[in-house]
């Protein structure tokens, strides 16, 4: 358990969780209300008499929130308290929607840069780029600023206006630039295509369940074909989408399950909450080979689609287990403009699986929770007799692991020489080629190579950190000096060549460095297409769904 009462503000927290403790262990009792009355007498009288007497003044909204957030954090991570400050932020991440200017920021010392630039937004008009320093924000320096203030200053009401001085990060001028914050709108689907060798798979890719996004994707789908009458195959991207409106799910479920079917079902400790989803509308199509592709954070709504697909032998699903979030939550309103986001019902797919795979019910003494162990999983079959798990996420079909990330590649990354060194080949290069034929060459490399020779970009390997970790203990036990001579030795072994590292990581890094440069040029959905040339789930993908006889195998039991 977390530990809160360690100021006065953790006292009253205390007394918020013991609260919400009583509510619950004697709600089925016949003096609930009894214990519940109890309950918020003391904590308000507690609450009264610090206002009155307490020796420094108190901030009451932040102390109820504090308060508040104890009594919640003894829950799931998905139940909140949003503050009216926070709504903002709350319908931004459930509608992709926001007032601004459609621009991100990033910090690099004390100075602020423009990382990225949304397309047709205030931003890109304006003729803001990646690699623009912004000096000011109204008359406001910058340098002092963290980036939550620079967020507030970039962020308003549709329709206001800001002025931003901004020196260009490819001439080096610096203007006053005027921009009128408009209503931003992230898609939910930020690319779309025609790939394959003969241009005849749809790939779409969803970034999030957001309202109307089916429909988005529907009409994609219904566009794609126009262009490619025989479409032969579908791939349904949901890695790192974080989940969204479950009716969105269903309807997406929809386009490839005809009407009738369930999708999933919800199970509350209310009535009200516990629901059959099925599916309402006509089919897009029922019989075109359909992959999926998840990652251990798809979660939620993508888990929804992607084990319903497989429950009813509908997709092939691709790449790694998934997160594991089988809660629904609803938003309910407490006044004053703030909300209660609560967890009200777990879902299941149709084989009855739930795949949550943290209980958050039972914790530790400690406060942690864990995973469902496996000898707690239940199995069950899919609509043709495959065997699928319940709390665990949804397992794919074929996984294909994930790659970790050098540590050459996340030190360049942090030290921002990739987005550097972007700024300077966008100097070098007013086009390039489409975004998924561009690639960069091995002279290219070199060149790069050559621009981090004078650059700190120096790191320890996970070997190094362990031996540092030997020194320190081995000094600590007094034994060092035996053994001094071989460590020395052992050192210069581990030891690594930050130039052969560049070698020897040379496809990793020429393909960071590649998707930040196409993204200069064609935005988000650049990257996204370029990325796809290297991506080992798509082209696992591309090859079963070239394959009929194995993507109908994938889907059949095993004998």
Known sequence: MKRIFKSSKGFIAGFALAATASLFIYSHKADSYFEISKNLDIYTSIFKELNSYYVDPIEPGKMIKTGIDAMLANLDPYTNYITESDIEEFEFQTTGKYGGIGANMRKKDDKVFVSDVYEYSPAATAGLKPGDEVISIDNQPLKTKTMEDISQLLKGSPGTQLSMLVKDGITGIESVKKLSRSEIELSSVPYAGLLGTNKNIAYVHLTQFTPACSRIIRSTLDSLKKVQPNLASVVLDLRNNPGGLLNEAVAICNLFV?????????????????????????????????????????????????????????????????????????????????????????????????????????????????????????????????????????????MVPNQDISKLAITLYIKNYFFDYATQYVKEHKTIAPAGSFSLTDADYQQFAKWLDNKDYSYKTETEIALDSLKQIAMRDKVFDGFKTEYIALQQKASHDKKLDLQKNKAEVMRLLQNEIVTRYYYQRGRIENGLKSDEDFNKALSILAQPAQYQALLSPKK
């Open 258 to 398: 005809d009407r009738g079917q369930l999708v999933v079902s919800t199970k509350g400790k209310l009535p009200e909450f516990s629901e059959d989803f099925k599916t309402q509308g006509a089919v897009w199509d029922d019989k075109i080979p359909v992959a999926v592709l998840l990652n251990s954070s798809s979660a939620s709504a993508s888990e929804v689609v992607a084990g319903t697909l497989q429950d009813l032998d509908r997709a092939v699903v691709i790449g790694e287990r998934s997160y594991g979030k089988g809660l629904v939550q609803v938003t309910k309103p407490v006044g004053y403009n703030a909300r209660l986001k609560l967890t009200t019902a777990k879902y299941y797919t149709p084989s009855g699986r739930c795949i949550q795979a943290i209980d958050y019910g039972n914790r530790n003494p400690d406060g942690s929770v864990g995973f469902i162990p496996d000898s707690l999983k239940k199995e069950y079959k899919t609509k043709g007799g495959r065997r699928v798990f319940s709390g665990g996420g949804v397992d794919p079909d074929i």
